[in-house]
């Protein structure tokens, strides 16, 4: 089954504790991007990647960090959260430019993060 | 210019009734308007998207009505169900993969 896998799905931690969220898509995607949803702001893109070891930052990237090593998996590293990084965040990708451009996004189940 | 602007933020219609959500987009070089719908506890999901060169499109009760010149693009949900209430999205993006959200509308269908 296609699909976007987020891990955890829901986490609380404390100010200053590093803490990373695992993004995993198994349909050979080229694009993956990370967004944070908060009540009234939408979906607010975080970092995306176009490729392997290609990461750019989107609208809120301060306070987070990303990888792309490999084509499968795009993590987001919390490097010291803080109270306002509480939010429900979504890992989404998409075929990108490969083929026939289609533009269509997968996204993830999310993962709910609470900062004390 | 990169703004896509979604109204209403929430919404009540009866069954049967019409649901209706606008946006409002600046930049001209969007190609791609897609809406995504997302239920509670779960990830948006596209639901219908249009390009530029037609100005509707229709996925069984859904419809996507496009005005180019005006810049607004439209989701019409006919014969409206509780099952469809949730939360929708429109965006705009072009072949750099830039895509910008609208900051949603939370739809409710009366029973």
């Known amino acids: 089954e296609a699909q976007v896998t987020q891990n955890p799905r829901y986490l609380i931690t404390v100010t200053g504790k590093k803490l990373t969220v695992t993004c995993s898509q198994n349909m050979n995607h080229e694009y993956m991007s990370w967004y944070r949803q908060d009540p009234g702001l939408g979906l607010r893109q975080i970092y995306y990647s176009m490729n392997v070891e290609v990461t750019d930052k989107g609208d809120v990237p301060e306070g987070y960090k990303v990888s792309r090593k490999e084509k499968r998996n795009f993590p987001l590293i919390l490097e010291s959260p803080s109270p306002n990084q509480t939010s429900l965040y979504f890992c989404?990708?998409?075929?990108?430019?490969?083929?026939?451009?289609?533009?269509?996004?997968?996204f993830g189940e999310g993962s709910r993060l609470t900062v004390l | 210019q990169q703004q896509v602007k979604q109204s209403p933020q929430s919404l009540i219609v009866q069954k049967g009734g019409i649901s209706i959500i606008n946006c409002a987009y600046e930049n001209t070089a969007f190609d791609y308007f897609p809406w995504y719908q997302q239920f509670p506890g779960k990830g948006p999901a596209l639901l219908i998207a249009i390009r530029p060169d037609v100005s509707e499109k229709k996925e069984g009760r859904f419809t996507i009505s496009f005005n180019k010149s005006a810049k607004q693009f439209s989701l019409h949900i006919m014969d409206s169900q509780p099952g469809d209430s949730a939360t929708y999205f429109c965006a705009a993006s072009n072949r750099d993969d830039k895509i910008i959200f609208g900051k949603g509308t939370r739809l409710h269908i009366l029973p």
């Open positions: 989404a990708s998409s075929q990108g430019l490969a083929g026939v451009w289609t533009g269509e996004l997968f």
